[in-house]
């Protein structure tokens, strides 16, 4: 078969030309050829319910489009890829050719900024649509647009499985979290996100050690410090203020650890990330396979795109942090500090986020608010609310008000 021929058999269906023909080099094709990909796309647009293309309606469209010389060159064509059928193999290389050489070209456009002097951080950017042909090379295009077990998925759901939170008002609200999802604590300085987080990643890991066996927890700050974090996390896991803790050995306290995070001590893991940016993140979690990676924070995660605006910078991070996660299947956690106008309340908008308003929360799945007052009398307050909840449970409002209270030395939170 023609090589012209078998492009035309293959992109004929719907599914595979809209997946494939951007990646198409048509400079390397006949002209006859060229004009009916871009007939193919015109027929796919007018025609919005065909998964194949109409070799009789392109025919028609060939004779009254092109003159008489080209014409006859062209409708060989039609014929030839009406009467063809690309074989399993066959189809598997012309896919993984167009694939490759999209990749090629956008590797090209690449370098060819990064040459010219564009802000471009080059290595993570050719990672990105490396990652991303790399996925789709291992999956079959039709794989791609194929409808889902949907009765497997509402199973999934009715069974809420899934990462539970501690507190009780979110595990009401809150469906079990799977990856890939998105979720981010929203607070304002000095409230106790790193507190909320430790005592989460400790109700977790049991849980994490079940559904993810041999995938670990990882917690990226460039918030804070490590060695300032681990207390806090020993705090949360054993219910033990610092002094508490003290007293015991130090075998007695790795053991007491162990036993709380499900039996492996070693399934958390920090890391300082201060000054890195998206691509040494994800160069990360592509080595280390985690099922929870918790990035506090994100905004100070350094932006890959040459934008200076400090709200372009946060919306480029969270987007490129929500491909990460579907590109590596699992569970995003992230912070962002609370604008002025969300402090000193219970219950913030969804809205008062520090340098984003609105562009932050389209790449979220659930975004916990967590306020407080600032009357020394209410310091061990907070309000927890989810203005933007997709995990909601059926039967229950995505949004809610819950009072709880926060113990500091223990990284604990109890519902009111």
């Keep these: 078969m023609a090589v012209d021929t078998l492009l035309l058999a293959v992109l004929a269906n719907r599914s595979k030309y809209k997946a494939l023909a951007s990646a198409v080099p048509k400079e390397t094709l006949g002209a006859q050829t060229g004009w009916l990909l871009d007939a193919y796309g015109k027929f796919f647009e007018q025609n919005k319910k065909k998964e194949r293309v109409d070799f009789d309606v392109l025919a028609t469209m060939v004779r009254l489009k092109l003159d008489e010389t080209a014409a006859g060159p062209a409708l060989a064509l039609v014929e030839a890829a009406r009467n063809s059928r690309a074989s399993e193999e066959q189809e598997k290389l012309v896919i993984s050719e167009l694939y490759e050489r999209r990749l090629s070209g ?56 899934g990462l539970k939170f501690p507190l009780l008002c979110l595990q009401e ?177 969804m809205h008062h986020l520090k340098d984003t308003k609105i562009g932050a929360q389209g790449t979220l799945d659930v975004q916990i608010m967590m306020g407080r007052l600032d009357d020394p009398n209410q310091q061990g307050l907070r309000g927890f609310s989810t203005p933007k909840n997709k995990r909601k449970k059926v039967g229950k409002p995505g949004n809610f008000n819950a009072q709880v209270f926060f113990t500091p030395d223990t990284c604990h939170y109890e519902d009111a």
Excluded at 136 to 154: M, N, Q, R, S, V
């Design 106 to 161: 956008l590797a090209a456009s690449l370098v060819n900024r990064y040459e010219d002097g564009d802000d471009v951080d080059i290595s993570y950017e050719l990672y990105r649509v490396s990652m991303e042909t790399r996925k789709l090379l291992g999956t079959a295009t039709d794989a791609l647009f194929k409808e889902p077990d949907i009765h497997e998925i509402l199973a999934e759901q009715a069974s809420d499985v």
């Design 173 to 349: 609200h809150v469906k079990g979290l799977m990856p890939p999802v998105n979720v981010a604590l929203c607070a304002g300085v000095d409230s106790g996100k790193t507190s909320f987080i430790a005592r989460t990643v400790a109700h977790w890991a049991p849980q994490c050690a079940k559904l993810f066996p041999g995938r670990p927890i990882l917690w990226l700050s460039n918030e804070g410090v490590v060695r300032e974090i681990w207390p806090r996390v020993y705090a949360a896991a054993l219910n033990k203020n610092s002094l508490k803790m003290a007293e015991l050995s130090r075998d007695e306290l790795y053991a007491q650890y162990e036993a709380a995070m499900g039996g492996d001590r070693s399934i958390l893991k920090l890391l300082d990330i201060h000054g890195w940016s998206m691509g040494q993140v994800a160069g990360l979690v592509e080595e280390l396979n985690p099922c929870v990676v918790i990035l506090d924070m994100v905004a100070n995660v350094r932006c890959s795109k040459p934008v200076t605006a400090r709200h372009e910078m946060m919306e480029t991070n969270l987007q490129e942090w929500r491909e990460m996660q579907a590109l590596h299947n699992f569970i995003g956690f992230s912070t962002i500090q609370l604008s002025a106008d969300g402090l000193d309340q219970l219950y913030p908008a």
